[in-house]
């Protein structure tokens, strides 16, 4: 019956008619125009492809396991055994990446409790940039107070910086995410030349280049 009927509305030399005017009993017909068959297709293939997206295991997964922590390569205690700094200004809490007299990455936990926020600003915590360029030049001293290069942590100093920019405000609760890469050493000069950049979240926040002074403990 529908062959039938389907035979006797469309004709030869009429036009071919609107899909709204059809009616198809089931979807095995074998009488169906290609290109209904292709919509039809096209149809169960979008569903099926959104069925998965929702059983995406991700999606199950809670938050709070979806993210692994940042790897360990240096604790604070081995951070402390390298750099001289101490509270309130060790501005690095772990080293996620080292390769001494080359380059280091480190983080830095930005915590409301950090002791420059009551005054910076009172209402509105932003970490300093100057601190910013500070924690860069100590990743800087972790990859050069290496016996390697001839750091000595009795003389070396940070001796300046150049193309500084800040890109986006730091506040309490990110965790700046450092990198320090040497990029020329004049041993003969006591001089490094490196290149920093801050990421939080991944995006730039902070970049520049530094010199650093390395030097002997006599002089």
Known sequence: MAASTFSNT???HSHAPKISSLRFPTSRSLHLPTQFKNTHTTKRFSISCSSEATNDPKENTPIELRFPAFPTVLDINQIRDILPHRFPFLLVDRVIEY??????VAIKNVTINDNFFPGHFPER??????????????VGGLVMLQPEVGGSRENFFFAGIDKVRFRKPVIAGDTL??????????KRFGIAKMEGKAYVGGEVVCEGEFLMATGTASE
Do not use: F
């Open 10 to 12: 469309i004709s030869p």
């Open 99 to 104: 390769n001494p007299g080359v380059s280091a």
């Open 125 to 138: 915590p932003i970490m300093p940039g100057v601190l910013m360029v500070e924690a860069l030049a100590q």
């Open 177 to 186: 995410v450092m990198r320090m890469t040497l990029i020329k050493l004049q």
